[in-house]
């Protein structure tokens, strides 16, 4: 099913780089249409905020706030300023031509002139036993958003993962934590040579070899890691008051069914210093263009740049 509208822009993603650009996008009368997703990638409408409790570090929150809360702020300022949002999920595009197709889930067909695309990513996790039912409970994907929060200071952590991502959040961690536990599955990292020595360095710092973890531990609260050496098969319990997963990101691009440049991953690529990509028209921000901040200040600055960029583009082809 579709209609004869063709919209100014429609907003893919409903996280702080998608409503940021909704917000700028509705004030300078462009009319979004926002696709806020129904559990994409697992998580529900607002993006990976949803899933966390305390924020501590989005400016103007002096006592914090909590994620979903702060989302729902967002999505009820989009909506004052006209934003038209949508809880459905697009599962398919097609920017082949112009106007771009946009479907949903049950085949229903919208028409853009712009598209800005604030899908996110979703950071990868292992399901092992105790990691649902003791999630937002001592367990986080980010040591950068979490690490500082007093849930966490003074205690033993575990962060499981070999990479540079792995060591960067450990060292972080090491600021707040008592001791930190990695657990990396080979014999050797995945890490730079000058990330593996600062971890080397750091006295906090043990890094467990050739260790799988098999199992969450704790009731109302995170209090341990069940681990196992890979090659002996022996079982061993680490005291921790929190696990911080570092193995990765999924950046939530499969729907675009490789029309526009990503790297290797599946990270849309951007011109520098921008969120145009690789078809005009197409604008990309948030955690689905960056791998390297992923925080929420840093995505509603880049939504406040593809709103602008759409704005200037809109107004360019019809002059």
């Avoid at 292992?126 to 980010?142: E, H, M």
């Avoid at 098999?214 to 995170?222: Q, W």
């Avoid at 939530?252 to 028209?281: C, H, M, W």
Wanted: contains cysteine; charged residues 25%.
């Amino acid at each position: 099913m579709s209609n004869d509208r063709v919209e100014n822009v429609v907003i893919i993603g409903s996280g702080p780089a998608g409503h940021t650009a909704a917000i700028y996008a509705a004030r300078a009368d462009l009319e979004p249409l926002m696709y806020e997703g129904f559990m994409a990638g697992n998580i529900a409408a607002g993006g990976q905020l949803t899933t966390t409790t305390d924020v501590e570090n989005y400016p103007g929150f002096p006592e914090g706030i909590q994620g979903p809360e702060l989302m729902d702020e967002m999505r009820k300022q989009s909506k004052r300023f006209g934003t038209r949002i949508k809880t459905e999920t697009i599962a398919q595009v097609d920017l082949s031509q112009r106007p771009f197709r946009l479907q949903n889930e049950a085949g229903d067909e919208v028409r853009t002139e712009s598209v800005i695309i604030a899908t996110g990513a979703t950071a990868k996790t292992l399901d092992l036993p105790g990691v649902r039912r003791l999630w937002q409970k001592g367990i986080s994907a980010c040591a950068i958003c979490d690490g500082a929060l007093p849930v966490f200071r003074n205690k033993p952590l575990v962060v499981i993962g070999g990479g540079d991502s792995a060591c960067e959040e450990s060292l972080y961690l090491s600021k707040f934590g008592s001791e930190i536990h990695m657990l990396v599955r080979r014999d050797q990292m995945r890490a730079s040579r000058i990330m593996q020595q600062r971890v080397a360095d750091n006295p906090k710092i043990t890094v467990h070899w050739n260790t799988l973890p098999v199992e969450v531990l704790g009731n109302d609260l995170v209090s341990g890691v069940r681990a196992k050496d890979k090659h002996t098969g022996e079982h061993r319990d680490i005291e921790a008051g929190g696990l911080f997963f570092a193995i990765g990101h999924q950046p939530n691009t499969a729907f675009l069914a490789g029309q526009l440049d990503a790297d290797e991953v599946g990270y849309l690529k951007t011109e520098p210093e921008s969120t145009r990509t690789s078809i005009e028209g197409v604008f990309a921000c948030g955690d689905v263009k960056d791998k390297v901040f992923r925080q929420a200040v840093t995505a509603a600055g880049s939504g406040c740049m593809a709103a602008i960029e759409a704005e200037r583009w809109l107004a360019e082809r019809r002059s």
